[in-house]
């Protein structure tokens, strides 16, 4: 019951304290959050915000033409603010100009996401990808952090590897769909269910989870 008992206590402490979206990464479900899981690679969410709004107000509008056919240079200096500026924009045009290649637009690629596809672009790894899979498609994947990772070690559990994270979460939640639903009061889509709880981690540890020597503070605070 892993899962449901860190939901229930991080939801008791008032997260998702953003309630940015119903998803929570802001525009859900657009191709935005294709452009912005690429950007927070080793970056804070601010610094991409930054870099977003940037592209905004260059195009107009985030949109995958768009983003290809811009010199990559004038993109590395738009997005400059969420770092490793110039292999981001590398790697977002290398990323959309096969998107485009291989499912011909966002819309279908966002009907029928390939998590193995993503996993072989330059520079995609299990984050990212989860992160396009998850907040981008509505698909059911649990995106897995550094913060998911730190919490379970405070909490006593030795995972070590991205997909046992993954697994174990994802097991508890399955196995206490009922209790969520009452949790929320609602049943919930589990793509959803999956991307707030990603949500009130990272939200949680942003404030809590700095510095050293945190193990017995946030022990005090969720169990």
């Known amino acids: 019951m892993i899962a449901y008992d860190l939901m229930k206590r991080l939801k008791e402490l008032g997260y998702i304290k953003e309630e940015r979206d119903p998803y929570w990464w802001p525009k859900s479900g657009s191709f935005e959050v294709v452009v912005g899981a690429v950007l927070t690679q080793n970056t804070k969410w601010e610094n991409v915000e930054k870099a977003l709004e ?57 009907k029928r996401p390939s998590r193995s596809w993503l996993l072989a672009q330059k520079g995609i790894g299990f984050e990212t990808a989860d992160s396009i899979l998850n907040y981008a498609c509505y698909k059911d994947f649990l995106v897995v952090d550094a913060y998911t990772a730190r919490i379970l070690n405070f909490l006593g559990y030795e995972l070590q590897t991205y997909q046992e994270i993954q697994e174990f979460l994802s097991d508890s939640i399955l196995e206490n769909l009922d209790r969520i639903y009452e949790l929320y009061g609602q049943e919930m889509p589990l793509s959803q269910i999956y991307a707030r709880f990603h949500g009130k981690i990272v939200e949680f540890c942003k404030e809590h989870c700095k510095g050293r020597d945190q193990a017995e503070k946030i022990k005090e605070l969720l169990v």
Do not use: W
């Not at 811009?70 to 292999?87: E, H, V």
């Open 54 to 110: 940037n592209l905004k107000n260059e195009l107009g509008s985030i949109e995958p033409q768009k983003i290809v056919e811009m010199d990559q240079k004038r993109l590395a200096a738009l997005i400059k603010p969420a770092g490793f500026y110039n292999t981001k924009a590398f790697r977002i045009q290398k990323l959309v100009h096969n998107m485009l290649d291989e499912y011909g637009s966002f819309e279908a690629f966002q």
